[in-house]
């Protein structure tokens, strides 16, 4: 397995402001993933984010509003830019590493945006 | 969109009772995982099955995969009040990405 830390383990926002959410890894990984699950609801895939190119985002996800960093094996971000209260959500990110498509999870970080 | 649909979307049952949970998906698969997720935390990945695998077991868990229909089982037996949780199947495929179904929320009683 993995060992995933995010930080910050939650917050509460202002509308309006960005936070910026850390992704550290215990080994390096070639690929990360970012997630938002709504409240009550499932997961959604954001952006695939791999080190050395840009990160690919899915459908209904713009980089703007969620710009992606990778600047090494171990170690993303992921910034919610000009938040609303739909924003509210837990992100979460998770990474590969090979070992039959397991991904494992962080242990996400709770936002709420008034 | 969502792949996965969870059947029961809650499921409430006794402690040493067996919880079945179902899952169906849409399009072709490299592989099904379920996950468990306690009270919004992060994810537990639980038990991962190929397309050409049919069931897989680990601990108190049993997985079933039947491909022609499109659906997939996870059996936990002998449950106990530290199962509580919400379950997730999650389809993956060749671009090594997870589509998720929208979960069931297992309460066991003491």
């Known amino acids: 397995s993995a060992v995933i830390s995010q930080k910050p383990s939650r917050d509460i926002c202002q509308r309006g402001t960005s936070l910026t959410i850390q992704c550290q890894v215990d080994?390096?990984?070639?690929?990360m993933f970012w997630y938002r699950q709504q409240p009550g609801q499932s997961l959604t895939l954001i952006a695939t984010?791999?080190?050395?190119?840009?990160?690919?985002?899915e459908s209904g996800f713009v980089i703007d509003k969620f710009p992606i960093s990778r600047p090494n094996l171990t170690f993303s971000t992921l910034t919610v830019s000009n938040m609303s209260p739909e924003d509210s959500s837990i992100y979460l990110c998770s990474v590969d590493r090979g070992q039959a498509d397991t991904q494992y999870f962080g242990p996400g970080t709770r936002l709420t945006v008034l | 969109s969502q792949q996965g649909e969870e059947d029961p979307q809650a499921l409430s049952i006794q402690e040493g009772e067996n919880a079945t949970m179902n899952c169906s998906y849409k399009t072709s698969i490299n592989n099904l995982q379920w996950y468990r997720q306690n009270s919004g935390r992060g994810l537990v990945h639980l038990i991962l099955i190929r397309s050409n695998e049919r069931e897989k077991h680990s601990g108190r868990l049993r997985v079933t995969l039947d491909t022609s229909k499109k659906s997939s089982s996870l059996l936990i037996t002998a449950s106990r009040a530290a199962d509580t949780a919400s379950y997730f199947c999650a389809t993956g495929g060749s671009n090594y990405k997870l589509t998720f179904g929208k979960g069931t929320l297992l309460t066991v009683n003491p």
């Open positions: 080994s390096q990984v070639t690929m």
């Open positions: 984010a791999n080190q050395g190119s840009e990160a690919t985002y």
